[in-house]
């Protein structure tokens, strides 16, 4: 690459150039003592459609202006374009065409890149820019042979076939032929050539070179095992044709049975696999450290000509894949590129904010079938609570009146023993009087059924399996009520009246429920009504339908009202007025009454005692 | 002092309990009157009779420990057995303490129900002899005259004719024929019998200056 032309017409050129050198040499001594223009002029040896030109210079010219942000440095870059012009006489124009071009313009420095521009500007600064320092790179090879000036300094970069067959044997350590790709070596690798006896007898050299492309794509495609292609550039091929070196690449790579060594960054991620590379941004960058050195005010003489840092070994894993070559065989320092990343490697983030959003939706849907279970375990219990006060509260109800209940069995009771027992006698008498004794027996089963309902009546009023809510004649479950309460009301002295609707008021709701309504609203209104002497010990239960759709149910006592302040709270559970209350009974009723869609208030009479009212909807079916 | 039969007066306002008491004790051989509640036995009261109320405790209207009150006042001596559903302890102890002679529990057995009657009539027996005793010697004493029975209070005090004079402020023989005749009216021989009619009849339990009838 940096030996492009041969040493022949490099020596013609510095005849000529050596000229016109001396004349200028005298303003080239005044101008070191100034401090350097801030300027860079970039001179090629190739063409500037070349990529690894743009590469390179891109890389130098982002590294001069962010390196120089205070003082901007104007750079300025020449294409010698040898490769297409190497005419005796181009050196010659070249020289005017600059000499005319950059009258009145200062240049600071000079970059060279390639051993013709080199050589060019080592011939032709005296004249053009004497005393202009530069700053080159070039093929070991040509620089070891000069004698250079102390103002030009650079770094060395050699290409090398010994490399690429090193490169090729680690690929393939069975190496036994290294297929020569690219245009004749004297025009893409001079220096190649003179290495080529050194190569030994264990490999043996497959020539590929100046070939046309469709030959070359042919005979890569049947290489023989043990082979390793070595790619340097073609720009004509055999046929003529034009390339860019890269396409060439590209063209014939995918022919290839054999992997493909390369020496430049440009090849690497177009079917080869890699080796000791030139990477042009590396090279760009070192050599725009170099220049900033000496424009900011370095000696050049401090700068030492050394290696080029540029030169590593890059490789494309996609084709140490395809060709199964282990990275360890690689060189230490190898870097790979174009890896194929796994998809964790690639989209890591992305995945890891799924995983996330996966994780928390499942905790959220987790959360709430649990939240759902314990809402719905806590609902049971509160509903098994519910029933299970609900009975209780009954349970206290009942002991209030169980000795009516006792009265009310015992009555029967009683008069079927004293009937047995009269009966007893009446059989003993001689003769026995069978009518009355038929009597007697008739009664004595009227009395036991009398006793059975007692029973029935109890038991409906103790049991416990919460019946589902049915339509019930509204009517029949106060009359129930008032039938179980009226023994109850005798004893306390208190009247109690029910004051019903002619017709049926069917409702839908548990019937031992709203009895148990009618019972705790019709006993609180006896307490109440305790304080007062007995004519005035009143309790009035009414039932009414109003609009034809909602019942209205009022139970009023003669008591002294509920005070003021208890009012609202009245129907909270556990807030009671009586001393023994629970404080349950009115908390269960409103429970009921709201269960079944209706609603209870309460309200003290302006001439005394308080109205417990209760609504419940009018069911249309009527009951049988 | 009569040969007509007890009667039982069964107050109870539950008509089956009461036919059926009825019938048990007409079979066991006792006048029945029945009341359907304490209003119509106070209309209808008893008389003098041998007989028993067997009143129920838990009624509409008046109950049975008011009815007991109500006879109370009305100076009725006929013994009561209360009969109850439900023995509740405070009701009974009020109803024993009123002067009720039992109180049973329904259902009642025939033996114990009987036992009770018949010794509430037994005990009715006794306060009608007691109080015919009474009312013989207080038709004795009746017979004093005023004078006579201011002599006859201080004679069973144990006074002499000497302080009797003196108090009354009349001659002592005067006194003494006053005591002959408070002596004859009674029917009495000795001071001692004398002193036993006056503590039936109360005299002693009145205060000395009171001379009026017991």
């Known amino acids: ?624 | 002092m009569t040969t007509a039969p007890p009667v039982v007066h069964v107050v109870d306002d539950d008509a089956s309990f009461r036919t059926a008491i009825a019938r048990l004790l007409g079979a066991s051989g006792y006048e029945v009157a029945l009341y359907g509640s304490a209003s119509e036995l106070l209309e209808k009261l008893p008389g003098g009779a041998l007989g028993c109320i067997l009143l129920d405790v838990k009624m509409s209207g008046l109950d049975g420990p008011q009815l007991q009150e109500r006879l109370g006042e009305l100076g009725n001596r006929l013994p009561i057995v209360f009969l109850t559903g439900h023995g509740d302890v405070p009701t009974s102890v009020r109803a024993i303490k009123a002067g009720a002679e039992d109180f049973l529990t329904k259902p009642v057995a025939k033996k114990e129900l009987l036992a009770a009657i018949e010794r509430a009539l037994n005990r009715y027996e006794e306060i009608r002899d007691h109080d015919s005793r009474i009312a013989a010697l207080q038709s004795l004493v009746s017979r004093l005259t005023p004078r006579e029975k201011e002599v006859f209070a201080l004679v069973v005090r144990g006074k002499l004719n000497k302080q009797i004079a003196h108090e009354l402020d009349i001659a002592e023989r005067t006194i003494k024929a006053h005591r002959q005749q408070v002596m004859e009216k009674c029917e009495v021989q000795t001071l001692a019998e004398l002193v036993l009619i006056a503590e039936r009849l109360g005299i002693l339990a009145a205060p000395p200056g009171n001379h009026g009838q017991p």
């Open chain 1, 1 to 624: 690459m940096f030996g492009i032309y041969c040493m022949a017409q490099l020596r013609a050129m510095r005849r000529l150039l050596i000229v016109a050198m001396t004349a200028a040499l005298a303003p080239a001594i005044c101008a070191a003592a100034e401090p350097p223009p801030r300027s860079v002029l970039i001179l090629d040896h190739e063409d500037p459609g070349r990529y690894f030109y743009g590469a390179y210079s891109a890389a130098f010219r982002t590294t001069v202006r962010t390196g120089s942000a205070e003082a901007p440095i104007t750079v300025y870059a020449e294409n010698m374009d040898r490769g297409r012009f190497d005419g005796p006489s181009y050196p010659e124009l070249l020289h005017t065409y600059f000499k005319e071009k950059y009258r009145g313009k200062d240049i600071g420095i000079i970059v060279t890149v390639g051993v013709p521009a080199l050589d060019f500007i080592l011939n032709a600064r005296a004249n053009l820019w004497s005393g202009v320092p530069v700053v080159f790179v070039a093929a070991e090879g040509f620089v070891s042979q000069l004698k250079l000036p102390p103002d030009v300094t650079g770094r060395t970069a050699q290409l090398s076939l010994r490399d690429m067959v090193d490169t090729a044997r680690g690929l393939e350590p069975r190496l036994a032929q290294i297929a020569l790709v690219g245009d004749p070596l004297e025009r893409a690798r001079p220096s190649f050539q003179r290495e080529l006896p050194t190569l030994g007898p264990q490999v043996k050299l497959i020539d590929l070179t100046g070939l046309p492309m469709a030959e070359l794509r042919k005979r890569v495609a049947v290489l023989p095992e043990r082979t390793v292609i070595a790619y340097t550039d073609i720009y004509v091929d055999g046929a003529g044709v034009n390339y860019d070196p890269r396409d060439a690449m590209v063209a014939f790579a995918e022919a290839a049975n054999r992997p493909i060594v390369v020496d430049a960054e440009s090849y690497i991620g177009l079917g080869g696999v890699g080796g000791r590379v030139i990477s042009p941004g590396l090279l760009g960058d070192e050599l725009a450290r170099l220049a900033l050195r000496i424009l900011n005010g370095e000696g050049v003489a401090n700068i030492p000509v050394a290696k080029s840092e540029s030169v590593k070994p890059i490789f494309d894993e996609r084709q140490l894949k395809r060709w199964k070559i282990s990275e360890a065989s690689l060189p230490e320092d190898s870097e790979v590129r174009f890896r194929e990343l796994t998809a964790w490697a690639q989209y890591h983030t992305q995945i890891l904010i799924a995983f996330a959003a996966v994780l928390l939706q499942s905790a959220i849907i987790f959360g709430l079938l649990l939240e759902r279970r314990r809402r719905h375990a806590a609902e049971l219990e509160s509903r098994g609570r519910l029933a299970q006060v609900m009975h209780m509260n009954r349970g206290a109800g009942l002991s209030a009146i169980s000795s009516s209940i006792a009265h009310e069995l015992n009555q029967p009771l009683g008069a079927i023993l004293s009937n047995a027992q009269a009966a007893e006698i009446l059989l003993r008498q001689n003769p026995p009087d069978l009518e009355l004794i038929g009597t007697i027996l008739a009664d004595i089963c009227k009395s036991d059924q009398r006793a059975g309902e007692v029973i029935t009546h109890l038991r409906d009023l103790l049991r416990k399996n919460d019946r589902d809510p049915e339509v019930v004649n509204l009517n029949d479950v106060i009359m129930l009520a008032v039938e179980i309460l009226v023994p109850e009301a005798n004893t306390r002295g208190v009247k109690l009246t029910a004051n019903l609707d002619p017709n049926p008021l069917p409702v839908r709701i548990n019937p031992i429920h709203l009895q148990q309504v009618i019972l705790n609203l019709a006993l609180n209104g006896m307490d109440a009504t305790a304080s007062h002497s007995p004519g005035d010990r009143q309790v009035a239960i009414r039932a009414a339908v109003i609009n034809n759709v909602t019942i209205k149910v009022s139970v009023a006592d003669s008591g002294s009202g509920i005070p003021a302040d208890k009012l609202p709270r009245i129907f909270e559970p556990f807030f009671t007025t009586k001393e023994k209350g629970t404080g349950l009974g009115l908390a269960i009723a409103r429970t009921i009454i709201e269960r079944s869609g209706g609603q209870i208030s309460v309200e003290n009479r302006p001439n005394g005692g308080a109205v417990f009212r209760f609504s419940l909807p009018l069911v249309k079916e009527l009951v049988a």
